[in-house]
């Protein structure tokens, strides 16, 4: 943080190196936090030329993950709202599914190999057939679907991890304190569900494959929240995010309903006057 050109000399290495692109994007997110879109756009533009080197190789992931953090990054630091700054992220990530941008050039040939070596998929798409449901423009879109949900949980990632090094450096502490109190307001729900339905109804479905994971940061947050503010070891989190993983998507599914009702009645509110 001392000194731009520093940033950008990390920022721009780690672009540069496979499977490293998200520390640069998290370099240039922290700038952008502490100094202001304007100040921190060489290091911005010193990640996203390596990055979009890698899109022109056909992997969309990195600079779409540089563009989405940034973006996210600027809206908390004008708004101080994490929702706001996710369903911006959400919003724009829908953007690059419905556009055609996050699918692949040669996805038919993708389609096609997924349905030869996995014969369930291939027995479904193949129903799907039979009620008339273009094949092909459904499978696309779910292609660009999976690299949009890469690029947004790798965005996603990025800002936290950058918030956090913020805190750390500025305001010790600061991050747990704001990140276990996060949760979607009413207004951020609604504004959810409305535009995804809207959109569905006029058969834009990208963002209802997108709207539901600023939900599930949520259910993180409540997670994370619920066990801070029982003082319980980090051996809760280890196991909860052990059984996530070994029983997806089942816990995944009551998560974003946890979350979703957390929304309602705000279990960490009432959980603290409980206590007093």
């Not at 779409?64 to 911006?88: D, H, K, N």
């Not at 692949?104 to 349905?115: C, F, K, L, T």
């Not at 959109?199 to 990208?206: E, G, I």
Request: charged share 10%; glycine share 8%.
């Amino acid at each position: 943080m001392q000194s731009v050109y520093r940033g950008m000399a990390v920022a721009f290495l780690t672009a540069l190196i496979p499977w490293t692109f998200w520390i640069g994007a998290a370099i240039s997110s922290l700038f952008t936090l502490r100094r202001g879109l304007s100040a921190a756009l060489p290091v911005v533009i010193a990640v996203a030329l390596p990055s979009a080197w890698w899109w022109w190789q056909g992997d969309r992931v990195p600079l779409a993950s540089v563009t989405l953090t940034t973006v996210m990054a600027v809206m908390l630091r004008t708004r101080v709202r994490w929702g706001e700054a996710l369903i911006a992220g959400t919003a724009l990530t829908a953007l690059l599914i419905q556009s055609g941008l996050f699918t692949p050039q040669d996805a038919m040939r993708i389609i096609g190999e997924v349905r030869s070596s996995a014969p369930q998929v291939d027995q479904l798409l193949s129903e799907y057939a039979a009620r008339g449901v273009p094949i092909d423009r459904l499978s696309a879109l779910m292609l660009a679907a999976v690299n949009g949900w890469m690029a947004l949980f790798a965005g996603i990632g990025c800002l936290i991890l950058a918030r956090s090094w913020q805190a750390k450096l500025y305001n010790p502490g600061g991050f747990r304190e704001e990140f276990h109190q996060f949760r979607l307001s009413g207004r951020d729900l609604l504004l959810l569900l409305g535009v995804s339905l809207l959109c569905a109804l006029v058969n834009l479905p990208a963002p209802a494959l997108v709207a539901w994971v600023p939900l599930l940061i949520a259910g993180f947050a409540l997670v994370h929240g619920l066990i801070g503010m029982r003082s319980l070891s980090v051996f809760w989190l280890v196991g909860f995010y052990v059984v996530l993983v070994t029983t997806w998507p089942t816990l995944v599914i009551l998560l974003l309903l946890l979350a979703l009702m957390d929304t309602l009645v705000d279990f960490r509110g009432r959980l603290a006057g409980s206590q007093h």
